[in-house]
């Protein structure tokens, strides 16, 4: 492993690969979305979510939309972790000022999944992958992604963004059978689903266990890290060379056998890691993500400047991705992000 100087080509992957780069490479999970004003303007014209989702031509621009502003070192897919079930046959919606809805799963709705017939039902996703791919420059990667099967199956069986998801958690220590048999098949799903996407044109893709957190030590084995081995070893076999970013939120100090065991190439940090704690239990050379709090994004000014200093400061001499510790909050001015980049573009070595 060695510093490497800033390249013309894909800094994001030479990262990605074990590489130092600084100033790192940046992107920012819910970079495209309502804090931008051209992003409210696209959404205004479309019936829904999922028909912006699903029209490749509108969901392209909205995924360029921050590159094009900021310059940043990646586009991510403009989609939706619930697109899968969508694509399963099962019912999505989104309310406005309620977030996604669903009927909560039963288990003899399990039965009734087959993910088989996903490839027409993601064909205008993996068109919008396409349009993006052809429009970015020599040195912006495309990223695709997914959710985690558990993450997944939380929206699945509470039917909507529940506090603490208890019906899930009440659901896979009840009836462990069935709730295998659920994260069998997202697994499943899941690897077709980002099979498909890099196949399309996506260099990189990414897990979003965003709800990893909720699980006890021996469950988050079962039903993150297992399923997360199983997506990446399968991809590894089927799309060599493509990085896997793994992201267990909250999932605290169960990270770190999640990135010894679970195959990824690299693995994001929410906005409560520690840096300084995880840096010791891990390889040197795993790329980390992250872990700008979006908060202090959303702040600007002096906050945000100390904010950025710190977490270039603690992910310095590894290889390193600066990202948020979650997604932009929709109320973050564009000028701050603007800032954001600006302060980690204009960032000189630590002495």
């Given amino acids: 492993m060695h510093t490497e100087p800033k390249q013309a080509v894909k800094p994001l992957l030479r990262v990605l690969r074990g590489n130092i780069v600084f100033p790192p490479p940046i992107w920012l999970m819910r970079q495209a979305g309502r804090y931008l ?23 392209a621009e909205v995924t360029l939309q921050p590159v094009r502003r900021f310059g940043f070192d990646a586009a991510i897919l403009f989609s939706d972790i619930l697109m899968l079930p969508w694509a399963l046959g099962y019912t999505v919606r989104f309310a406005e ?6 009927p909560p799963l039963q288990p003899a709705d399990i039965d009734r999944l087959d993910w088989h017939p996903l490839d027409s039902a993601i064909a205008p996703i993996l068109e919008t992958i396409q349009r993006v791919r052809s429009c970015l420059d020599s040195q912006t990667t495309l990223i695709g992604f997914a959710g985690g099967p558990f993450t997944v199956a939380c929206y699945m069986v509470d039917g909507k963004a529940a506090e603490g998801f208890p019906l899930t958690r009440a659901f896979a220590w009840r009836r462990p059978e069935e709730f295998s048999r659920l994260i069998n098949l997202l ?25 990893a957190g909720l699980l006890s030590p021996r469950l988050f ?13 399968t991809l590894r076999a089927q799309c060599p060379g493509v990085p896997v970013i793994g992201f267990p939120r909250l999932a605290g100090l169960n990270v770190v056998r999640y990135a010894h065991t679970a195959g990824i190439q690299a693995m994001g940090l929410d906005t409560t890691a520690d840096p300084e704690m995880i840096k010791p239990l891990l390889s040197s050379e795993m790329p980390l993500q992250g872990n700008l709090d979006p908060a202090a994004l959303l702040a600007g000014g002096r906050a945000l400047a100390q904010e950025v200093a710190a977490v270039l400061a603690a992910f310095s001499g590894r290889p390193h991705v600066f990202n948020l510790g979650h997604g932009v909050l929709p109320e973050t001015p564009p000028q701050h992000v603007a800032e954001l980049v600006r302060l980690v573009r204009s960032a000189t070595l630590p002495s």
């Fill in 37 to 59: 004003p051209e992003y409210r303007a696209v959404r205004a014209k479309a019936k829904d979510f999922i028909a912006l989702c699903t029209d490749p031509k509108s969901a």
């Fill in 97 to 102: 000022g309620e977030g996604p809805l669903l």
């Fill in 187 to 211: 697994t499943e799903a899941t690897i077709a689903y980002l099979k498909a996407q890099v196949d399309s044109g996506a260099e990189v893709v990414m897990l979003f266990e965003s709800s």
């Fill in 221 to 233: 084995s079962d039903y993150v890290t297992a399923p997360t081995a199983r997506i990446a070893a």
